[in-house]
């Protein structure tokens, strides 16, 4: 009786009522039971209301876009409920290691966006399981047998978390001081239980991109073998910090809002830091994610040559010139926010010679990203060019090329981040130059690396080329690594040259907040599309063939315009869970008071 | 707050607005799935070399990494030339059937200089039929200027590799005893009638009812009874619906292994119970958390 002995638990540690608590965590629990009931009833009544059929079609929107619609909202609120819980975990964890007030306090702000959360994304994932089983019987038989017993644990998993979410909500005022460290625990737990769930519908995505387990005729050979196909690591690791990011990009997007909205000076600052720590979470999950997507490239080469060349070389080439775009911007807005931030920190204005470099880095490495390679030129233009790439911008185009560009502006970023991170102070200990010096030395060396790789790459063949990327991230994560390990101890007991103006920020750096929110949403539609769009017509790459009418590769200008659809759709519904959660700040006023 | 929201949201618009656009501006086409083309022992040559270089275009992806133009691919070899070669790859080996094992087992022999990493193309993810592998051997002859000698035999022309639920049916109807009795396809006992082309003179929806109520009807000629009264329902629903998939498939019709009834009737029940057990936990901590609260 695991939660009679909980109930137990929280009378003997006298939180002011353990019936109200349990309650409230009752109140999700029955929430979800009655969404699962009722998806249950309502597809097993049109399954057996509609006529037998391997598809079935939806007037107006069409099936595939349909599903694609709710599945992709789904992940995106699956992504924040995930991604926040991470965020106000290590906050809080930050607030008992600095026994400052204001981090438990932040943490608490972000938990109470959850309960609206949780519940969209649970009546996203029912109508997904609703239009699928109903619009695509057959193949969605096919997995959930496949599967069986991924299912029962998926939706007993999804119980465990909502009851330790609530749980976790619930008793954040009554586990305090001594009693911290049990809901530090309960914060642990709804992280356990959401990582699970994150794994097991990875399960389910991956086995489509890249099969394993079964055999010619599509039956289960090895559980096992389907479970940890190719993929399945690789995009959870990949997922895992995409949704930190994601979460933080959300919280300073919502930061943002209340900075903007607020009525007193106090309530600026208290809005400006939080907006500060969003997007520091955003940046520092968002600088590992390209190492994640090599990983997951390099696993689907190693499953399919021809999948990764259609994803890379084919049909789906250009949405990656896109992609270098949206991340390019990131990098900029990630930038322009922090050097707006400066403006704030006394002393700043030491490190300010360094933005325009730093500018044109970010500038330079954007333009060689965002070179394409493979342009369908016509006959003149490829006399002209002297070939069918361009004499001299045909050498940019190249992953060479992208890969230095990117290495380049991340460690570009880093280093902004830790100037901005060290602008009102001044190291103290005696060894300081000798430790600045080091840290020059470690991002010298990294860009020489980086540099050094991508020239030599023009002059070895492919094969031995793609092996160099590891190499170069592997410098810059390094140098990342001694920059750190030097920065903590020399800043340790510094003098502090004045405090920092929080509150004092111009609007635009909310507004670079509000672009960091919408272009990462926006890349997470896209690569979304490019994940699933590889299978082309295969429902399971290579085995299951989608033989409905829709198992063509859409336009890239009818993808977006769909990707985009998605966004504005996902924003509308987060300004109704701010909405909810500023409703219920409101009507604890009065509590409070 | 409105007004900032405003702001916000149009500011969202325009950003958006702005990546739909650079959307449009790249180059636009659509991907269609390989059309089904049909090879039978009596297509002629010139045909078969036009199926085989959609194939070689499409379904079977070799210029993922060959090229049959100066403008493609060179992860592997010039496929302008595998015919003027072919016969000189390996002593003792025609051109002919050199190309065709280099498409049915490329790892026999690997031209120097190119890495091992193409699939046999009669293996998934390309799945093409040894009549398709032809098709394109037909192709590479053509193309290279050479004669079509290339000969599709009635055996090369295997059906299309099974996919998704229903084509466990027979599998399922070996496991659940069925054909103990029952004779498919020459295959079985001979206790119950043959039920090959069962489903030609059967709705599903009367299969599926004589899977669990064998007294439903009997073919004249067999004695009432011998079926097992409850073998049938021994047999998930799902499964039974797999099974008359089959029959159906045997007997030319095509049935869906889904649709009627819900497939997941059990993992209904299996579901049914987690909810119950959670919500009944629940209350039961609340009622020993009540009792608690009211302890002096």
Redesign the interface.
């Given at each position: 009786?695991?939660?009679?002995a909980?109930?137990?638990l929280?009378?003997r540690v006298r939180v002011m009522?353990?019936?109200m608590v349990?309650?409230g965590?009752?109140k999700g629990?029955?929430k979800i039971?009655l969404l699962?009931?009722a998806t249950?009833l309502v597809?097993?009544a049109l399954?057996?209301f509609?006529?037998?059929?391997?598809y079935r079609a939806l007037p107006f929107l069409g099936n595939r876009v349909a599903v694609w619609i709710v599945a992709e909202l789904h992940l995106m609120f699956a992504a924040f409920v995930l991604g926040v819980p991470i965020f106000a975990f290590i906050t809080e964890i930050v607030g008992v290691a600095t026994k400052e007030r204001r981090y438990d306090e932040l943490a608490r702000e972000f938990t109470k966006l959850l309960a609206m959360a949780y519940t969209l994304t649970a009546v996203l994932g029912c109508t997904l399981l609703v239009l699928l089983?109903v619009l695509y019987?057959?193949?969605?038989?096919?997995l959930?047998?496949l599967f069986?017993p991924t299912?029962?644990l998926y939706?007993?998993l999804v119980?465990g978390e909502v009851?330790v979410a609530y749980l976790y909500w619930f008793t954040w005022d009554a586990l305090q001081g001594a009693r911290k460290k049990w809901h530090l625990a309960l914060g642990f737990l709804v992280n356990l239980f959401g990582t699970a769930l994150l794994f097991i519908a990875d399960i389910w995505v991956t086995f489509m991109m890249s099969?394993a387990g079964i055999d010619?005729?599509?039956?289960l050979v090895s559980l096992w073998k389907a479970i940890s196909n190719f993929t399945w690591m690789p995009i959870n690791v990949h997922r895992l910090l995409a949704n930190v990011a994601f979460g933080g990009a959300i919280v300073a997007?919502y930061a943002?809002?209340r900075f903007?909205?607020a009525a007193t000076e106090v309530e600026k600052a208290r809005f400006d830091w939080m907006g500060y720590v969003g997007s520091f979470i955003t940046i520092a999950a968002f600088i590992p994610l390209p190492f994640a997507g090599y990983w997951l490239g390099r696993e689907i080469y190693q499953f399919?040559?021809?999948?990764g060349?259609?994803m890379m070389g084919?049909?789906f080439a250009?949405?990656w010139?896109?992609q270098a775009?949206?991340i390019g911007s990131l990098f900029f807005a990630a930038n322009f926010y922090l050097w707006l931030g400066m403006g704030r920190i006394p002393g700043a204005e030491r490190y300010v010679k360094f933005q325009v470099p730093m500018m044109l880095v970010l500038a330079l490495g954007f333009v060689v990203w965002a070179t394409p390679r493979s342009i369908?030129a016509t006959g003149p233009e490829m006399s002209a060019m002297g070939g069918?790439h361009h004499p001299f911008l045909g050498l940019f185009g190249v992953m060479a090329a992208k890969n230095t560009a990117v290495n380049l502006m991340i460690l570009t970023t880093f280093i902004s981040f830790m100037l901005y991170r060290r602008g009102n102070r001044v190291p103290a200990v005696p060894w300081a130059r000798a430790g600045k010096i080091a840290q020059a030395a470690a991002v010298a060396l990294a860009a020489a690396i980086v540099l050094g790789y991508g020239v030599y790459s023009y002059y070895v063949p492919s094969?031995v080329r793609i092996g160099f990327s590891v190499y170069q991230v592997l410098a810059v994560l390094g140098a990342m690594a001694v920059f750190t390990a030097i920065d903590i101890p020399m800043l340790k007991g510094a003098r502090q040259i004045g405090a920092i103006q929080w509150g004092m920020i111009p609007a635009r750096a909310q507004?670079a907040l509000?672009?960091l929110a919408?272009?990462f949403t926006?890349l997470m539609g896209l690569m979304g599309y490019i994940r699933s769009g590889i299978r082309?017509?295969?429902h399971v790459?290579?085995?299951?063939?989608?033989e409905s009418a829709h198992?063509?590769?859409?336009?890239?200008?009818h993808?977006?315009?769909i990707?985009?659809a998605i966004?504005?759709i996902f924003?509308l519904m987060v300004?109704l869970v701010f909405a909810m959660a500023?409703r219920y700040e409101r009507g604890r006023v009065p509590e409070a008071a | 707050?409105s007004g900032?929201?405003l702001?916000?949201?149009a500011?969202?618009?325009a950003?958006?607005?702005v990546?739909?656009y650079?959307?449009?501006l790249?180059?636009?086409?659509?991907?269609?799935?390989?059309v089904k083309k049909t090879i039978t022992a009596e297509t002629p040559n010139a045909e078969l070399a036009q199926i085989g270089e959609e194939l070689l275009r499409g379904k079977g992806?070799c210029l993922?990494?060959h090229k049959v133009t100066e403008?493609g691919?060179v992860?592997g070899p010039d496929l302008r030339k595998a015919v003027s070669v072919a016969a000189s790859r390996k002593p003792g080996v025609s051109a002919e059937a050199y190309l065709l094992e280099s498409l049915v087992d490329p790892e026999a022999y690997l031209v120097s200089g190119f890495?091992k990493?193409?699939?046999s193309a009669l293996?998934?993810?390309?799945?093409l039929s040894l009549a398709e592998a032809k098709a394109i051997v037909a192709y590479l002859q053509s193309l290279g200027g050479a004669e079509v000698t290339v000969k599709v035999q009635a055996a090369d022309i295997a059906a299309a590799?099974?996919?998704?639920?229903?084509?466990?049916g027979k599998?399922l109807a070996a496991q659940y005893g069925c054909l103990a009795c029952h004779k498919v396809e020459g295959e079985g006992g001979a206790i119950g009638p043959d039920i090959t082309k069962v489903a030609a003179t059967r709705e599903?929806a009367e299969l599926l009812r004589k899977i669990v109520e064998p007294s439903a009807w009997t073919t004249p000629g067999f004695q009432a009874g011998v079926m097992p009264a409850d073998l049938g329902r021994a047999i998930p629903e799902?499964e039974r619906h797999e099974i008359v998939a089959w029959l159906a498939t045997l007997a030319g019709k095509s049935?869906?292994?889904?649709?009627?009834?819900?497939?997941?009737s059990h993992?209904?029940v299996?579901?049914?119970l987690?909810?119950f057990l959670?919500?009944a936990?629940?209350?039961?901590?609340?009622a020993?958390?009540?009792r608690?609260?009211r302890a002096p």
């Open positions: 009786m695991p939660f009679a909980l109930a137990r929280l009378q009522s353990a019936t349990l309650k965590t009752y629990v029955l039971s699962l009931v249950y597809a097993h399954a057996s509609l006529p037998a059929a391997d089983l019987p057959k193949f969605t038989a096919y959930e047998k069986k299912w029962i939706v007993t119980f009851i099969p010619e005729a599509g039956n997007a943002a809002v903007l909205n399919s040559e021809q999948m060349v259609s084919g049909s250009w949405l010139i896109l775009m949206l369908i069918s094969n507004y509000f672009f919408i272009t926006w082309q017509y295969w790459y290579g085995r299951v063939a989608d198992a063509y590769t859409m336009t890239h200008g993808a977006t315009l990707v985009s966004v504005v924003f300004a500023a | 707050m900032t929201f702001r916000a949201f500011f969202m618009l950003v958006v607005a990546y739909a650079v959307g449009q790249l180059p636009q086409f659509e991907e269609h799935p390989p992806g993922v990494c403008a691919n992860r890495p990493m193409m699939p293996k998934p993810p390309v799945n590799k099974p996919a998704g639920a229903q084509h466990r599998t599903p799902g049935y869906s292994a889904t649709g009627a009834a819900s497939p997941w993992e209904g299996r579901l049914g987690v909810i959670f919500n936990v629940m209350l039961l901590a609340l020993i958390a009540g608690g609260g």
